[in-house]
């Protein structure tokens, strides 16, 4: 009786999936233009769903249906157990045919051909959805934030930039010195995007000099996720894991130091053109020394500076870059620190100062399901990466430093620049549901009566457009250095 009920329940589920219909996902669609970011949330979640539909490897509907074979086969079991038949073995025959009954629903049930091609289309229209996402700002810490609106050209930039066949790349231009110099000889106009700096910079009335202009290029990282085994009602639910971990093939120095002396150099124009008085920096500290010294160098080809940023479930890695000539202050646990304090003072009563300016890019845009139990997230832990440019602060937070008395700016959001710069492609990680020895212990898990736990590690590769990114980044830099320029422009 229980087994034909089964029976009955497994084929219900089989006639519902075959009637269900599933619409094809388009990469962009006309609707598109006006979707909010609780909508885009949505849609990249229908996509990831679709995606995990036609993942050859274990799905999320072969894990129900295979809970549910488990769950017959142990129906079946039980009553061979209880009959007394095989004496104390009964129990290992129930958890044994359980687990024999779960992997061959999951061998029958493996996606078919078009549910793999929905599958590439999804991880194309996802693409798309983290590329708009970051171009309005989304974010994952306030669903109920709308998003930048973006003007019809700019939709149709992010949109159009690589575009192609569905589960195909698109050719990127190669990343060269002779290809950014070239960029950046152009015009490049502002970001027109706010910048919500906050907090106050006290230098009304005083002479000032630049002390460093720091600029932070994100060249790797990671984002993870986890669920806790839990047990309630009989039931075990395993442990689940996920992470992504993404890093540029090979970062290019030259680029990047190209960029800087350009954001340097547009930054100095501004303050020309601003009317803002700045005294030159090597001629300040000739005569009246410094509260911090500037002795440490930026990232050279031969000795390259890096710093991380870890926030728990996200880990950033940034390369650091100073204008060429440039070094740079020291930096501890507490950013600056107190430095020189009898030139701190002789700072103040002399109506002097020194400015410290750092920025930073970061090039992902990152998701994370976060911790929690499984028990309460059945659909396990969950993890997200897409190329997606921002203008952030620096890891210590604060993107300009008065040294006398310490008064600072904050870059309260982080700032997208609208537009597609770089692929993210798989090359390599590790899937437990991959790997023959940890199956094998599943099942050992299985036949014991406990949840097997899951693991998987994505390694992704970051492949950046010579001829989107300079000229992406260096707006999204000019874009800074206008709003910090006006700030320094309001200070009287």
């Given at each position: 009786m229980r087994v034909g009920l089964f029976g009955m329940v497994l084929a219900f589920g089989t006639a519902a999936a075959t009637a269900q219909t599933v619409t094809e996902p388009q990469r962009v669609k006309p609707a598109d233009a006006g979707m909010d970011c609780a909508v885009i949330a949505s849609e990249n979640k229908a996509m990831a769903d679709l995606i995990t539909a036609g993942d050859p490897t274990r799905t999320a509907g072969q894990?129900?249906?295979?809970?549910?074979?488990?769950?017959?086969?142990?129906l079946a079991g039980a009553v061979v157990a209880q009959s007394g038949m095989f004496g104390a073995f009964g129990g290992l025959v129930s958890k044994l045919?359980?687990?024999?009954?779960?992997?061959?629903?999951?061998?029958?049930?493996?996606?078919?051909?078009?549910?793999?091609?929905?599958?590439?289309?999804?991880r194309d229209r996802q693409g798309f959805l983290n590329a708009l996402a970051s171009a309005k700002a989304c974010r994952a810490d306030d669903p109920s934030f709308a998003g930048n609106a973006l003007s019809a050209d700019e939709f149709q930039r992010v949109a159009g930039l690589g575009a192609?066949?569905?589960?195909?790349?698109?050719?990127?231009?190669?990343l060269s010195l002779a290809q950014t110099q070239t960029a950046l000889a152009e015009p490049v106009a502002p970001l027109a995007a706010t910048f919500p700096l906050q907090g106050d910079l006290k230098l009304a009335g005083r002479r000032y000099y630049i002390a460093e202009f720091r600029v932070l290029f994100e060249v790797g990282g990671r984002v993870s996720a986890n669920t806790r085994a839990a047990y309630l009602?009989?039931?075990?639910?395993?442990?689940?894991?996920?992470?992504?971990?993404?890093?540029?093939?090979?970062?290019?120095?030259?680029?990047m130091q190209a960029i800087t002396d350009r954001a340097w150099a547009d930054f100095q124009q501004r303050v020309a053109a601003a009317g803002v008085k700045i005294e030159p920096r090597a001629n300040f500290v000739a005569q009246h020394g410094e509260v911090y010294a500037?002795?440490?160098?930026?990232?050279?080809?031969?000795?390259?500076?890096?710093?991380?940023?870890?926030?728990?479930?996200?880990?950033?890695?940034?390369?650091?870059?100073?204008?060429?000539?440039?070094?740079?202050h020291s930096r501890g646990f507490a950013g600056l620190g107190?430095?020189?304090?009898?030139?701190?003072?002789?700072?103040?009563?002399?109506?002097?100062?020194?400015?410290?300016?750092?920025?930073?890019?970061?090039?992902?845009?990152l998701e994370t399901s976060g911790s929690g139990s499984s028990l309460f997230n059945r659909d396990g832990a969950s993890t997200g990466a897409g190329a997606g440019m921002t203008v952030v602060s620096p890891p210590d937070g604060v993107v300009a430093q008065v040294h006398a008395d310490s008064s600072s700016l904050r870059l309260a959001q982080p700032?997208?620049?609208?537009?597609?710069?770089?692929?993210?492609?798989?090359?390599?990680?590790?899937?437990t549901t991959k790997d023959g020895v940890a199956r094998s212990m599943q099942i050992l898990s299985n036949m014991a009566g406990v949840a097997a736990n899951n693991s998987k590690t994505v390694d992704m590769q970051v492949d950046l457009d010579g001829l989107a990114t300079p000229r992406m980044v260096l707006q999204g830099l000019t874009g800074f250095n206008q709003a910090l320029v006006e700030?320094?422009?309001?200070?009287?």
């Open positions: 894990a129900v249906a295979g809970g549910t074979a488990n769950v017959g086969g142990q045919t359980g687990s024999v009954a779960q992997q061959q629903v999951e061998q029958r049930l493996a996606p078919d051909a078009a549910a793999q091609q929905r599958a590439a289309l999804a192609g066949p569905a589960g195909t790349t698109t050719a990127l231009a190669p009602g009989g039931n075990n639910y395993g442990a689940t894991r996920s992470t992504i971990r993404y890093a540029l093939a090979q970062p290019d120095v030259a680029v500037a002795t440490e160098p930026a990232t050279t080809a031969a000795a390259p500076v890096t710093i991380d940023q870890n926030l728990g479930h996200t880990e950033r890695k940034y390369m650091v870059f100073a204008p060429t000539g440039m070094t740079l107190a430095g020189n304090l009898s030139k701190r003072m002789e700072f103040i009563k002399g109506q002097m100062d020194g400015l410290s300016v750092s920025v930073a890019v970061n090039i992902a845009a700032v997208a620049v609208p537009g597609t710069f770089a692929r993210m492609r798989e090359v390599g990680g590790y899937d700030k320094l422009a309001a200070i009287r």
